[in-house]
């Protein structure tokens, strides 16, 4: 069950750096519409900054429970994140290319965790 526990902590902290790609989007929008006068725009830069500060410290916390390899064979998953983050909040087309290679990925952190 700790083992279950750690991935689940892993897993989150993926999704909250998944988080980071979301805010730099908003951000890039806020700017292309409003330019540098957009009070969204600094709220998402800041969003941003702060997310990947709480990140690389949660990170830092959980990668002690795993091998390198292990953890940086799950950060891929980082890729089904931000494609569906694309998707429901950026209401962006999900191609047939983009399923097979999360597929491809998945597959990839599957390998290394049954080798492992």
């Not at 991935?7 to 908003?26: C, D, E, G, M, P």
């Not at 494609?83 to 047939?96: G, K």
Request: with cysteine; aromatic share 16%.
């Amino acid at each position: 069950m700790s083992k279950l526990k750690d991935y689940i902590q892993l897993h989150l902290n993926i999704l909250l750096f998944s988080l980071t790609s979301v805010f730099s989007k908003a951000a890039s929008v806020q700017y292309n519409k409003h330019g540098l006068g957009s009070p969204l725009l600094y709220l998402f830069l800041f969003l941003m900054v702060a997310n990947c500060g709480i990140y690389a410290i949660t990170w830092q916390q959980v990668i002690k429970k795993f091998s390198l390899s292990t953890a940086y064979a799950n950060k891929s998953v980082y890729l089904l994140w931000s494609q569906i983050w694309a998707v429901l909040i950026f209401h962006e087309n999900l191609s047939i290319q983009n399923i097979i290679g999360i597929l491809v990925v998945l597959f990839g952190v599957w390998t290394v965790q049954r080798y492992e």
